[in-house]
């Protein structure tokens, strides 16, 4: 009997591929809403339009309910820290980067007083323009 000469075979196999980019988009799909998290507040509901700005990470302040304010910032994000703490940190950042967008995670029982504050403490610390971040109304 004669053996018969096999041809190498010049095609990719690409199932080992394709799984690895399936298990990949598993574990962005999970992380990405964990990258811009702030302390947990209950925000307002309002029909607003998304900011556009992408380029920069924002940075968050957050007011809970009891009126202790936190940074997005640092290792201790879920520590509570005083205004001129959080102002100082922003105006650091902001020397740095101007265009950083600064952003307020306001808890909707928190009172008007203490939002409007925080607004001009972070305008006086060189922030162009201050953020109110919402959430969309439901909608069924």
Do not use: C, H
């Not at 007011?63 to 940074?71: A, N, P, V």
């Not at 640092?74 to 100082?88: M, R």
């Not at 952003?103 to 323009?129: C, F, H, I, R």
């Amino acid at each position: 009997m004669a053996t018969k000469k096999r041809k190498p075979m010049a095609e990719i196999n690409v199932v080992p591929y394709i799984d690895v980019m399936l298990v990949l988009l598993v574990i962005f799909m999970v992380t990405a809403p964990l990258l811009m998290q702030g302390v947990k507040v209950e925000l307002p509901q309002a029909n607003s339009v998304p900011l556009d700005n992408k380029e920069d990470e924002p940075v968050i302040v957050s007011i809970k309910s009891d009126g202790s304010f936190y940074l997005n910032l640092g290792k201790e994000q879920e520590t509570a820290k005083p205004l001129e703490q959080i102002t100082d940190t922003v105006a650091k950042v902001l020397r740095q980067k101007p265009n950083t967008p600064v952003l307020v995670w306001g808890d909707t029982k928190v009172e008007y007083g203490l939002v409007v504050n925080l607004m001009s403490e972070l305008q006086k610390a060189g922030a162009p323009s201050v953020g109110l971040v919402t959430d969309p109304p439901n909608q069924l």
